[in-house]
């Protein structure tokens, strides 16, 4: 199972909106809507921002959301701020009953 | 307080074997798959290793035949049992929780040093 495609950096001003994306296969992200975003700071554990594709758990800022268009995800950070300077990584599960990884983004506010 | 951690690692010789343990708090830990997921320095995620409720486990192929997962209920304790371990397999091994596909609940994770 090789690992989901990410960018491996975007970046953004202040304020504005950058947009992840995460390719698979029809074996993982296009066949499951299992799809979560993780966000990780330096030295810090993941913490999940999107599950389900576009669920946003409670607490989480309302300036990410996520979407799906066939085998490729998407996380958009609207209004960009300097605390979402990180790494992103999306996660599918499988057709095998495991879960693969995406390669990870660095997103960097300018 | 609801929280997961990590312990076992350590330095271990190439071709060695090392157990990693995972206490689990403050929640119900039979109600939940559980998972680890490890990370080279300066390196992306890489999940490692699964296990249902009813403690089927599920692998990728890079660490089948030298990993087991397993879990203790009655213990609140997960488990990973690495065998003939590589250099490749250095990382910092983290215990997550799964709810509902996604992993909602993180340990700080523990570093294993494969190294002669």
């Known amino acids: 199972q090789s690992a989901l495609t990410q960018p491996a950096s975007v970046s953004g001003s202040p304020g504005q909106s950058i947009t992840i994306s995460c390719t698979g296969t029809?074996?993982?992200?296009?066949?499951?809507?299992?799809v979560s975003w993780y966000q990780q700071h330096p030295g810090k554990a993941p913490k999940v921002m999107i599950y389900?594709?576009?669920k946003r758990p409670s607490g989480v800022s309302n300036r990410f959301s996520g979407s799906k268009s066939g085998s490729t995800a998407s996380l958009t950070i609207s209004g960009l701020q300097a605390e979402d300077e990180a790494d992103y990584y999306c996660i599918s599960y499988t057709s095998s009953s495991t879960y693969v990884f995406g390669t990870g983004t660095k997103v960097t506010v300018l | 307080e609801v929280q997961l951690v990590e312990s076992g690692g350590g330095l271990v010789q190439p071709g060695g074997s090392l157990r990693l343990s995972c206490a689990a708090s403050?929640?119900?830990?039979?109600?939940?798959?559980m998972h680890w997921v490890r990370q080279a320095t300066g390196k992306g995620l890489e999940w490692v290793s699964g296990i249902a409720t009813a403690g089927d486990p599920y692998y990728p192929g890079s660490v089948k035949g030298r990993f087991t997962i397993s879990r203790e209920n009655a213990k609140n304790s997960l488990y990973l049992q690495m065998n003939s371990l590589r250099a490749g397999d250095t990382a910092v091994y983290y215990c997550?929780?799964?709810?509902?596909?996604?992993?909602?609940?993180w340990g700080r994770g523990t570093l294993v040093t494969v190294s002669s």
């Open positions: 389900d594709v576009s």
């Open positions: 403050g929640f119900t830990f039979s109600d939940h798959a």
């Open positions: 029809s074996s993982d992200v296009g066949g499951y809507n299992y």
């Open positions: 997550a929780r799964e709810t509902g596909g996604f992993f909602d609940l």
